[in-house]
């Protein structure tokens, strides 16, 4: 079993900055890749980041490539996504999830394991 554990988030304004921290616990030696997703009030839940923690070569929805950053702390078990130039439109449930098959993937069924997510909003 792996747990993860989100921190950060909260309310900036539009052009600001903010980063979310996703540490994971437990069973970690099982999970090949870490994403992030977000939830919309009345959306689904959308594909945002994804890295692998033996290729650190991310993937990033188009709608945050430039803006939004993943990285990871292997010593820590820790993955970050440091979010800038925000819009009113980032305003979401943000949700880290790890996989065990690795890869890059974009859906949320490819995921195994959930953060308890986290709100992010964003003023105009």
């Known amino acids: 079993q792996v747990l993860l554990h989100q921190s950060g988030g909260g309310s900036v304004q539009a052009g600001g900055s903010l980063r979310l921290s996703c540490e994971a616990s437990?069973?970690?030696?099982?999970?090949?890749?870490m994403g992030w997703f977000r939830q919309a009030p009345g959306n689904e839940r959308d594909f945002v980041a994804a890295?692998?923690?033996?290729?650190?070569?991310?993937s990033y929805a188009d709608s945050v490539k430039g803006r939004f950053t993943i990285s990871m702390d292997n010593a820590r078990d820790t993955v970050y996504l440091q979010m800038n130039n925000l819009k009113p439109e980032d305003t979401a449930i943000y949700y880290c999830?790890?996989?065990?098959?690795?890869?890059?993937?974009?859906?949320?069924?490819?995921?195994?394991?959930w953060g308890q997510g986290t709100q992010v909003t964003i003023s105009s």
């Open positions: 890295i692998m923690w033996n290729n650190p070569t991310p």
């Open positions: 999830a790890a996989n065990k098959v690795g890869g890059l993937p974009r859906r949320e069924r490819d995921y195994d394991y």
């Open positions: 437990g069973r970690t030696i099982s999970v090949s890749t």
